[in-house]
């Protein structure tokens, strides 16, 4: 069973508790910055909330235990609402990776403040815990800056492109996930997916990871 899953079977749980905080508080971070900026859409339907059943989407969810990688549910948002709808929606946007770049950030912080006091030591596994927490964190924040629908770097893109562009975007939105999905589970993922599991997200764990040492020790 294990040859089919991104993780092994003592991870399991370490992943989904990871997946519980990272998903709600990505969507939360969504749904917080748009009700600021005056789009209530998303409290009115019960998604301003650290609930994660209120987050979770069982495909994306799914796909992390097997592919590695995967999505929550997107939070609703009207631009109509906004005062100065690019901004705000690029701000949004960002919001959500942002969220789990800090819990990344706190799950090293934390992790180096417990080996510097030596609490961890009737903690068993806590370790492994959070080396699943910060990494699936650091995964999310890359991924969900991909340019592709329906990511939150496509919608950042969209923001900051002219208006005839962007019309022609909107109309290849319906394929999106078609698209995206050729791009990460065929060949092609060599192309795409694998350097930045290879060369990014490996970059920005070792920078976190050094200056987190070098504040505790």
């Known amino acids: 069973m294990e040859g089919f899953l991104a993780y092994s079977l003592r991870e399991i749980p370490y992943v989904a508790i990871t997946l519980m905080i990272a998903f709600t508080f990505h969507e939360f971070a969504h749904a917080y910055v748009a009700y600021k900026f005056g789009d209530h859409t998303a409290q009115k339907q019960g998604r301003l909330t650290l609930n994660p059943l209120k987050h979770l989407d069982p495909f994306g969810t799914i796909l992390i235990f097997i592919a590695g990688f995967g999505w929550a549910r997107p939070v609703p948002v009207n631009r109509f609402f ?15 990776p942002l969220s789990n770049l800090i819990l990344a950030a706190l799950g090293f912080f934390i992790a180096f403040g417990l080996a510097r006091t030596q609490l961890a030591v009737n903690l068993p ?5 959070f080396e699943i927490f910060n990494w699936l964190n650091l995964v999310l924040f890359v991924f969900n800056l991909l ?7 496509y919608r950042i893109v969209e923001d900051l492109a002219p208006n005839h562009i962007r019309a022609k975007m909107t109309q290849f939105e319906q394929y ?25 997200i490996p970059g920005l764990w070792q920078g976190l990871n050094n200056f987190f040492y070098n504040l505790f020790f």
């Open 176 to 200: 999106g996930v078609l698209i995206f999905l050729i791009l990460v589970i065929t060949p092609l993922d060599r192309y795409t997916i694998q350097p930045i599991f290879q060369f990014i």
């Open 147 to 153: 340019p592709f629908p329906p990511l939150d770097g």
């Open 82 to 96: 906004f005062k100065k709808p690019r901004l705000a929606g690029i701000l949004v946007s960002v919001a959500g």
């Open 125 to 129: 596994g806590i370790f492994e815990f």
